[in-house]
C-alpha cells in the first residue's frame, strides 16, 4: 500500500495503457524515474492490465524487483533483464526505459497486429549503451506498425540482435563491432557494407522483403569468424553468386536461396574450396549443374540445391561423401539413375528428388541404409 500511495504522488499507476510511436527517427526526451517506476510505466505502456495472471506476477506491488515476472537484477539491484515474449504483449516500449542503464538483455514480443500503433519500440532502446542482447519482434502484416530504425546507434556492448518486421536501413549496424550473431526478418532484403566493420560476427541470418538493389555485399568476405551465413529474398537478384562467396572459408553453413537469378553452372575448383562446409543449401538461384568437386568435401553433411534449372545426371562419385540429407527436388531436367553408390552413405536419412526425371528405381543398396527412412523421404 505505501508503494502505491508514493506512485500516485509520483503521478503514476499501474493502469494499463497504450504508447504509440510517432515512427520519428528523432531519440525522444524521457522522464527521470527510478528503476521501480520506470518498470511502472512500461507495465502501463505495454497495457500490463492484459496480460494473463501468471505473466505479470509481482508487477506493481511492494515485493522485490527479482519477484517481478520476467525482471532479472544484478548483485547491485539493478535491473539486468527484461522479458515479454511468452505470449506477446500491445502497446510501445516508452522512451523512459532508457533509464534503466544497466539493462543487459530486453527481449519483447508484441501482439500489435491491427491495433494503428506505429513504430512501438522507442528510439531509445538503440540508445541503450548496456544492452549485450536485443531481441523485438512485431509479428504483424502491416509495414505502417512496423519497428522503424533510428537514424543512430548506441549499441557499442550488443552481442546477439533478433528483429523482424522493420522499416529503415541497417548501416548503424556497423557501429555494433561486438556483434556475435545477427537474425533479421522482414526488412530491407539489401545488407549494408558496414557490416564488414563487425568482424566479431559468428552467425547471419537475413530474411528480406522486397525488390533488392545491390547484391550482397562484400564487405561480408572480413567477416573471417562467420561460421553460418543465411540469406533469404522475396524477390530474386538480378546477379550470379559472387566469387567471395567461396573464398569465405571459415563457413560451417550456408543458405542462399533466392539471391541469384540466373546464376548459372557453378564452378567446381571455387566450390571445393568450401573445405569446412557442413550444411550447403543454394535454393531458387538457377544453378544448372551439381559439381563432381562437392562430394570430394569431407565436411559435408546436408546438400540443398532445390528448386534450380538443374540437368543432367546426379554424380556417381556422390557416394563418396558424407552426406546425411540430400535435397534435388523441383529441378525437371535432373535425369538418369539414382546411383548405386549412395548405398554407401551409411549416414544418410534424407532423399528427395520430387519434380525431377529420375528413375524412380530406387537401387536395394539405397533402401538398405540403416538410417534410411523412404517414407519420410520425397523420392517421387
Known amino acids: 500500500m505505501m508503494l502505491l500511495a508514493v506512485l500516485s504522488l509520483l503521478g503514476m499507476s499501474c493502469k494499463g495503457g497504450s504508447s504509440e510511436g510517432d515512427g520519428s527517427a528523432d531519440v525522444p526526451e524521457f522522464e527521470k524515474l527510478d528503476e521501480r517506476a520506470t518498470l511502472v510505466k512500461v507495465f502501463e505502456a505495454l497495457n500490463g492490465n492484459e496480460w494473463k495472471d501468471e505473466d505479470k506476477a509481482g508487477w506493481c506491488t511492494d515485493a522485490p524487483l527479482n519477484e517481478w515476472k520476467g525482471v532479472e537484477l544484478d548483485d547491485a539491484g539493478k535491473v539486468t533483464k527484461l522479458q515479454f515474449s511468452v505470449y506477446g504483449v500491445k502497446g510501445a516500449i516508452p522512451a523512459e526505459i532508457q533509464n534503466l542503464e544497466a539493462l543487459k538483455d530486453l527481449n519483447v514480443t508484441f501482439k500489435n497486429m491491427g491495433t494503428g500503433i506505429q513504430n512501438p519500440v522507442a528510439a531509445n532502446v538503440f540508445q541503450m549503451a548496456s544492452l549485450e ?19 543512430s546507434f548506441n549499441l557499442p556492448n550488443l552481442k546477439h540482435f533478433t528483429i523482424n518486421r522493420v522499416k529503415g536501413d541497417f548501416h548503424q549496424l556497423g557501429t555494433c563491432t561486438n556483434l556475435i550473431d545477427i537474425v533479421i526478418k522482414n526488412c530491407t532484403p539489401d545488407i549494408p557494407a558496414e557490416i564488414g566493420n563487425c568482424t566479431q560476427l559468428r552467425d547471419i541470418f537475413w530474411e528480406g522483403e522486397g525488390t533488392p538493389t545491390k547484391p550482397l555485399t562484400a564487405e561480408l568476405a572480413k567477416l573471417t569468424s562467420l561460421k553460418g551465413l543465411s540469406i533469404y529474398t522475396d524477390e530474386p537478384y538480378n546477379e550470379k553468386l559472387p566469387d567471395f562467396i567461396w573464398d569465405m572459408s571459415s563457413l560451417e553453413n550456408i543458405v542462399l536461396k533466392n539471391v541469384a537469378k540466373n546464376h548459372g553452372e557453378l564452378d567446381a575448383e571455387k566450390v571445393a574450396k568450401l573445405s569446412n562446409i557442413e550444411g550447403l543449401n543454394l535454393v531458387k538461384d538457377g544453378i544448372t549443374n551439381i559439381p563432381e568437386s562437392l562430394f570430394s568435401i569431407a565436411s559435408l553433411k546436408y546438400l540443398d540445391l532445390s528448386e534450380n534449372a538443374i540437368s543432367g545426371e546426379i554424380p556417381a562419385n556422390i557416394g563418396n561423401s558424407n552426406l546425411r540429407s540430400i535435397d534435388f527436388s523441383k529441378n525437371a531436367g535432373l535425369t538418369g539413375k539414382i546411383p548405386a553408390s549412395i548405398g554407401n552413405l551409411k549416414d544418410l536419412y534424407k532423399l528427395y528428388l520430387t519434380g525431377t526425371g529420375v528413375d524412380q528405381n530406387v537401387p536395394a543398396s539405397v533402401k538398405s541404409l540403416p538410417k534410411f527412412d523412404s517414407f519420410s523421404s520425397r523420392m517421387f
Open 133 to 151: 542482447s536485443l531481441r523485438l519482434n512485431c509479428p504483424t502484416n502491416k509495414e505502417e506498425e512496423y519497428i522503424q530504425l533510428p537514424e
